[in-house]
């Protein structure tokens, strides 16, 4: 070897020693480097069996390269030796599983119209879908209230400015799922009929109990000799399969234009289990009686029938409407006093569910 190449060798052994220090990660590489390049049978030490023997100028020269070597070497681990490696805790584990990044969930009113859809599906009923701002006749006049029949103002109504159709007359904002019954009618045409119509609905309303847009969900039953046994037992099913076994529904006396009788349904409170009163003797706030309304309900009224052109004379039905949020805010264990919460779109809420 020429003193060129002895030169480029001895760099090269003192810039691959210098760079696996650096990147020594214990104090024990970093010995075991100290010997294998300084140690007195080490890389460094050895070198000198390349000097050819007699060759004083070579010997010179080289003495000198290789003490900066040394030095150089020497150096570098006190260096590192200063700023040690980096504690065991502080490394990359490339094996590791990865962070997963944080992921949504349903609404949980979404989740209810998941929940709900399923229950009815299992005992034969279709879900329709009907317009969200429809014509005054399917959400007014088809229900047996005429233009301007007082009934009409227990909806507060969203109005549309539009022209007036001639048959249908002016558009709304449905206010109640109810739109749906006449609709319904028309497409099946012959009964039987057994439709579960979930959508939104909006009224000039806001409060605790209240929001100017919520949901609905309207069960029809058409059929021939439809009871109010089977709207009943229709009710006690979903109050069982929504709320658990102990839950059952009750009647009560009301008025609707669109049924006859006509009832208002209220379910067991699940905060009580019905009795009106908590373990502590305390009256239960919730619903003072044991019972809560959550919607409305009858046996289909004639002119109803009529006007979705089926005969009143050889078919009856039952329908019954409800509020998504009020039924939901009812599970056991939720204890939503505030349903305008859900639409607060405030994470902590929503994450809870
Ligand atoms: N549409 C009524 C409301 O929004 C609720 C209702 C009452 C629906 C009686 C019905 C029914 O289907 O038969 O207040």
Redesign the pocket.
């Given at each position: 070897m020429d003193n060129q190449q002895l030169r480029e060798k001895l760099l090269n052994l003192k810039n691959e020693a210098i760079a696996l220090i650096q990147d020594a990660k214990s104090e024990a590489e970093l010995e075991r480097l100290r010997v294998v390049y300084l140690g007195r049978k080490g890389k460094i030490n050895k070198f000198v069996g390349n000097i050819k023997k007699g060759d004083e100028s070579q010997k010179r020269e080289f003495g000198t390269l290789l003490n900066d070597a040394k030095i150089a070497v020497q150096e570098a681990l006190e260096s590192k030796t200063k700023n040690p490696p980096a504690s065991s805790e502080d490394w990359i584990d490339v094996t590791l599983p990865a962070k997963r990044p944080p992921l949504g969930h349903l609404h949980p009113v979404t989740q209810a119209i998941d929940e709900i859809t399923k229950i009815f599906e299992r005992i034969g009923f279709v879900r329709a879908r009907y317009p969200e701002v429809d014509y005054d006749y399917y959400v007014f006049s088809a229900l047996n209230m005429p233009a301007n029949h007082p009934a009409r103002d227990?909806?507060e109504t969203f109005f549309i400015k539009s022209p007036k159709h001639p048959k249908y007359g002016g558009l709304v904002l449905t206010?109640?799922?109810?739109n749906g019954?006449v609709r319904e009618m028309e497409r099946v045409g012959k009964p039987p009929i057994r439709m579960l119509n979930i959508a939104k609905?909006y009224r000039r309303q806001q409060d605790a109990t209240h929001t100017s847009m919520f949901h609905?969900f309207?069960?029809?039953v058409i059929d021939e000799n439809i009871t109010i046994q089977h709207l009943k037992g229709t009710l006690d099913y979903f109050a069982r399969e929504f709320y658990g076994k102990e839950i059952s529904a009750r009647l009560r006396p009301f008025h609707?234009q669109?049924?006859e009788p006509?009832f208002e349904v209220d379910f067991t409170c699940t905060i009580c289990q019905g009795k009106g009163q908590l373990d502590t003797g305390e009256r239960c706030r919730f619903c003072k009686s044991g019972w809560l309304e959550v919607?409305?309900?009858?046996m289909?009224h004639p002119a109803v029938l009529q006007a979705g052109g089926i005969d009143p004379k050889m078919y009856t039905g039952?329908?019954?409407?409800?509020g998504v949020e009020r039924a939901y805010r009812l599970k056991p264990g939720l204890k939503l006093d505030d349903i305008r919460l859900l639409y607060s779109n405030n994470l902590e809420f929503l994450e809870q569910f």
């Open positions: 227990e909806w206010t109640h799922t109810s019954q609905c609905q309207e069960i029809l609707f669109f049924t006509s919607g409305g309900a009858g289909v039952f329908a019954f409407g409800m």
